[in-house]
């Protein structure tokens, strides 16, 4: 990739901007707000400049973004007394995604959050986000408890993919997967699903079967990452943009083709400029979104989950 | 001598008669080894007298995404089309075993690699419902390298749409017997391929979800031996048995007897 294709060059101007406004922030000063009023306005400018010109590479970098917003950041921002349950109760517990139970806009619901590093230490604690069976197996002792309790599901995808390693095959990395899919279709409360930043192939979707799936605008959803398609069909690493502009794996794609419910806007800049803004979007739909699945009765809301994934796929009958 | 009635094992490299191989049920009389099938040798191998009715026949594939790589995903399909004489990558047929009505959904490797896009989701989904309406066990033989990338996230989605159906299969109670032929990997094994009330695969199948390519370029280590085997696989608990071809379809009513209660 040459340095013009590289999102970290072009939004050099726009962290610049943004570092004024965290210097503007620390002290006061007459005429602060003004300024940071102005100064966000020059970041919409330099924005608009930017994103109708972005490549699918470059909403890729946005996604993998080493300073947007991870799961537990959304979840100790919008939720309260967020409690965090660990283990699948046959191996291992999984730091690749946080399972747990919280108060959200005062009801309890249960939440899974695919967990990034922000350290390199912590990077590698999470396994870079990429789960283990043993994580699949966590989130459904969850989801099984929240249907038992009654209460919604919330699960926040960020994964480059599940982990490709031998003890993962070993202890059955598809099925816990699969069986996850079968799980979630029928499961009896209500499941919301977010992609927050990266959705990784099956790693994201063993995670992913619910009732309302959105995405926030520079996340990504794809049936393999750019790399791993780039190198099995055009068999080299210089094609990952035309891989990634393909596969059709912006959000916007996806609504056309039926597989989202809801693209949630990010602020100018992406998640990371503004996180604040980004939870306050995100909080927006997401409760919108429970308090319509909460209403509808149980038959209907698992006749409606079935026939959304029934309905996905496009062909032709001869 | 002719030499299209001679061919060679890809396994010991022994040079054998092709009848012999055939009248094998297409493994290898000297070493075992197991030659893959298409999905129509297949059924004709599982139904009784090899007679059966394909269902579903007109679902065909669209070239949703404009796919295009060296090639462009509608060539692609054209090509395997007039290769394997299919309109996709599964077959699904009605008939009986041991006398017992049965649907089979038969993977065919030869079909982009038994590559999931729309229409073999659609396909499988529909054999699923078949089975449910007409209160008929469900045979998956799966033979695919896993989701088609050509149809991007729309393949990915048809794990979950397998799946679900699946659900409804299970709520049903209807047995689903799941067989897996070399190779089963990627979104095929981590949707339906191992969602049967009993999973069972033919010898040293490369099974598993991540490619073993992927693995060693991740872990920067040598693969162990036998790694993602049908009998490795069977070892850690993640298969019922390993069952040899010549055994398959008596292992198969064998099962569907058990499920329904029917004995001989
Ligand atoms: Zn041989």
């Keep these: ?318 | 001598m002719s030499e299209n009635l001679w061919t060679r094992c890809n396994n010991c490299q022994r040079i054998l008669y092709k009848e012999d191989i055939l009248e094998n049920h297409s493994v290898c009389p000297a070493c075992g080894f197991h030659f893959r099938l298409s999905a129509s040798e297949r059924l004709a191998m599982l139904f009784d007298d090899g007679r059966f009715d394909v269902v579903d026949h007109g679902v065909c594939p669209l070239d949703p995404l404009k796919f295009v790589d060296s090639q462009n995903y509608g060539q692609r399909l054209e090509e395997s089309q007039k290769k394997t004489m299919l309109p996709e990558a599964v077959v699904n047929a009605v008939g009986t075993m041991g006398g017992i009505k049965v649907i089979i959904a038969a993977m065919d490797f030869a079909f982009m690699g038994g590559s999931m896009g729309s229409v073999v989701g659609e396909k499988i989904t529909r054999a699923v419902e078949r089975a449910v309406k007409e209160k008929m066990p469900l045979i998956i033989v799966s033979c695919s390298g896993g989701a088609r990338m050509q149809e991007g996230a729309l393949s990915l989605m048809q794990l979950a749409k397998t799946s679900a159906a699946l659900a409804r299969l299970e709520e049903a109670k209807l047995p689903f017997i799941s067989v897996l032929a070399d190779p089963t990997t990627g979104g095929t094994t981590a949707s339906f391929a191992m969602l049967g009330d009993i999973n069972i695969a033919e010898p040293n199948a490369l099974i598993g979800f991540a490619g073993p390519r992927v693995i060693e370029q991740t872990i920067k280590e040598k693969l162990p031996k036998g790694f993602q085997r049908s009998e490795f696989l069977l070892k850690h608990g993640q298969l019922d048995d390993v069952v040899p071809r010549k055994n398959l379809k008596n292992y198969i009513v064998r099962a569907m007897r058990l499920f329904l209660n029917r004995p001989q």
């Design chain 1, 1 to 318: 990739m040459n340095v013009s294709e590289d999102f970290y060059q072009l939004e050099k101007p726009i962290v610049l901007l943004k570092e004024q406004i965290n210097a503007l922030d620390l002290n006061e000063e007459p005429g602060k707000k003004e300024k940071i009023a102005a100064l966000r306005l020059d970041i919409e400018r330099e924005w608009a400049k930017i994103y109708p010109n972005l490549t699918p590479t470059q909403i890729v970098q946005i996604a993998r973004h080493p300073k947007r917003p991870y799961s537990l950041d959304y979840i100790n921002n919008l939720m309260r007394d967020f409690m965090e349950i660990h283990g699948d109760r046959r191996f291992a517990d999984d730091p690749a995604v946080v399972t747990g139970f919280a108060f959200y806009k005062g009801e309890s619901v249960a939440v899974i959050g695919q967990q990034k590093g922000r350290t390199t230490r912590e990077r590698i604690e999470r396994n870079f986000g990429q789960m283990n069976p043993e994580g699949y197996r966590k989130a459904l002792r969850l989801v099984k408890m929240a249907e038992k309790f009654g209460f919604p599901v919330i699960s926040l995808i960020d994964t480059p993919g599940a982990y490709p390693g031998i003890g993962a095959e070993e202890r059955g990395q598809a099925e816990a997967i699969a069986y996850n899919l079968k799980v979630f279709s029928i499961l009896r409360v209500p499941i919301v699903v977010v992609i927050i930043g990266e959705g990784g192939s099956g790693g994201a979707l063993g995670i992913g079967v619910g009732d309302s799936v959105t995405m926030l605008e520079n996340s990504f959803y794809s049936v393999i990452s750019p790399e791993g398609c780039a190198a099995i069909l055009w068999k080299d690493q210089n094609s990952v943009a035309q891989a990634a502009e393909n596969m059709k794996i912006r959000a916007q794609d996806l609504f056309a083709l039926g597989i989202i419910d809801k693209i949630i806007p990010e602020p100018a800049g992406g998640a990371h400029i503004d996180p604040e803004q980004t939870f306050k979007n995100v909080d927006k739909v997401l409760s919108q979104t429970l308090k319509k699945l909460e209403q509808k009765p149980k038959e209907e809301l698992l006749e409606e989950r079935y026939q959304k994934f029934r309905k996905m796929g496009i062909y032709v009958e001869k």
